[in-house]
């Protein structure tokens, strides 16, 4: 059965079997149980099974991949035909899972962002081995004092721990997409900042990278009714930019907002 593929739903199915090959082998799933994001038409589901895995998952929006992984993999996969912007994975299982995803780009960062603003220290995941475009991955990974550092940076650091794995060329897709990929792991981090809510981290990070040449002094102002002090506080020179600050000073500056109105 030949479907086209929908550019609205991200659709570039990976053909290239050393790449598939590479995926899977990133972490040990063997009696495991495991979620995929988007099988699509299947091709890296294969892989996976190939593994052995306990049981696998798969969340896939489009209705008509939906029937044709049923008729493909008949019981040997789980499908669940939904948005997976609108699912709670927490709920999915009782065991932690492995999830795997070449993400539809359109909504990769949503994606990742709607998990890690709700996780709790229960992580429902062991890890996470997803692909993103390479430019967006490369913002995830960026250590502070680097061009790429900001917002995402500094979220994505909060509760995980990142590694890359590969980068992916565009001939390894069809339809092939004009832009390089990049596989990266994510693992649970044990100890991350409480918050009182993710959105206060939003905000700040929100107030501070849309004027990232500015020196702190102006954020800082925005923020803090008595900014120096805070400052003071956390020995923060106001004169940096707020590319210098490293991912855990902005958790310590959430805090302090956080404890300010109470
Ligand atoms: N895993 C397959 C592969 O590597 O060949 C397909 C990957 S393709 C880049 C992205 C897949 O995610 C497509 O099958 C698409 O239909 C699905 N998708 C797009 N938006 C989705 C959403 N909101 N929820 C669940 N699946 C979605």
Redesign the pocket.
């Known amino acids: 059965m030949f479907i086209k593929p929908?550019k609205s739903?991200?659709?570039?199915?990976?053909i290239d079997h050393n790449v598939l090959e590479q995926i899977v082998d990133t972490v040990e799933i063997t009696n495991k149980e495991v979620l995929?994001?988007?099988?699509?038409?299947g091709?890296?589901?294969t892989f996976i099974l190939k593994k052995n895995p306990k049981k696998i998952y798969t969340?896939?929006?489009?209705d008509e991949?939906a029937l044709l992984l049923k008729d493909k993999f008949s019981d040997e996969i789980i499908i669940i035909n939904?948005?997976?912007?609108k699912i709670s994975e927490d709920k999915i299982s009782n065991e932690k899972l492995t999830v795997f995803?070449?993400?539809?780009?359109n909504?990769s960062t949503e994606i990742l962002s709607k998990w890690i603003v709700n996780i709790d220290k229960n992580f429902w995941f062991e890890n996470l081995v997803l692909m993103f475009q390479k430019e967006v991955a490369e913002r995830i990974i960026a250590e502070s004092n680097t061009s790429k550092y900001g917002r995402l940076s500094i979220l994505s650091h909060w509760k995980l721990n990142i590694k890359k794995i590969i980068d992916i060329k565009p001939q390894s897709f069809s339809p092939r997409p004009k832009i390089d990929s990049t596989l990266l792991l994510f693992t649970p981090r044990e100890n991350f900042f409480e918050l009182k809510d993710a959105k206060n981290l939003e905000m700040i990070t929100r107030v501070f990278f849309s004027q990232r040449r500015k020196m702190l002094k102006k954020p800082f102002n925005q923020v803090f009714n008595n900014a120096k002090k805070v400052a003071e506080k956390f020995d923060i020179d106001l004169n940096l930019r707020p590319q210098n600050l490293k991912p855990e000073m902005y958790f310590k500056l959430v805090k302090e907002y956080e404890s300010l109105r109470r």
């Open positions: 929908k739903l991200g659709q570039n199915f990976l995929e994001i988007g099988p699509g038409s091709n890296l589901t969340i896939e929006k489009d991949l939904e948005d997976v912007l995803g070449n993400l539809p780009y909504i």
